[in-house]
Structures are given as C-alpha cells and as structure tokens.
C-alpha cells in the first residue's frame, strides 16, 4: 500500500523560509503528479503547487514568485520551497499523489506557522 511521509513544518518567523519535503513509499503505480495543499482550520483545503512527471508546474496566485516545487522522480519526493513566508501561509501542508494505482492518496500533513 502507497504511503506519503511529510517533513519540514514548523515555526518561522515572518519572512523565513521552510522547506517541505514528501516521500512516496511503497505500492504506487505511474505516479504523474505531485502536489502540496494547505488547510486552515474551518475552511477548505486549497491548493498551493503541483508539478506533473514531466515537470510542468501549477502555482496558486498566492505562491508564485515565493513557493518553489520540486521533485526528484528516482526518490519519489516532491519538496515545497517556501520562501518571504507570511502570518497567512500558517496552515497545515499536505502533500498528495496522483498515480495510476492509488488514484489519490495523501500525507497526514505538516504543520507550518508563520509567526514572530
């Protein structure tokens, strides 16, 4: 069975940098895409990056030009470079794999706040 370690969260001050990280380990089949989502207590999970196998990225409006993602196909990793953090990004990070078997599968998440 697929499973998804998240690493990385913590606390950083305003303008800090995190970096995440997400190994995928066992039983996944034609993983073609990576990504990190973040949730905020009450409200819905939204998506921050994702990059596909070929390693074309998506960012939210939010992420671009601060959150860097990548990933290294022969680990299975994909990380999160999360640069000129803000008190907003605090949330917590899940990562999430798309793959041809399990179709969707996530990480248990990874707390990051944002505070000084």
């Known amino acids: 069975q697929g499973r998804l370690v998240e690493s990385g969260g913590g606390l950083v001050q305003p303008g800090g940098s995190l970096r995440l990280s997400c190994a995928a380990s066992?039983?996944?089949?034609?993983?073609?895409?990576m990504g990190w989502y973040r949730q905020v207590p009450g409200k819905q999970r939204e998506l921050v990056a994702r990059i596909t196998s070929g390693t074309s990225t998506y960012y939210a409006d939010f992420a671009k030009g601060r959150f860097t993602i990548s990933r290294d196909n022969a680990k299975n990793t994909v990380y999160l470079q999360m640069n000129t953090l803000k008190p907003e990004d605090t949330a917590d990070y899940y990562c999430?794999?798309?793959?041809?078997?399990?179709?969707?599968?996530w990480g248990q998440g990874t707390q990051v706040t944002v505070s000084s």
């Open positions: 999430n794999v798309k793959a041809a078997a399990p179709p969707d599968l």
């Open positions: 066992g039983t996944i089949f034609s993983i073609y895409l």
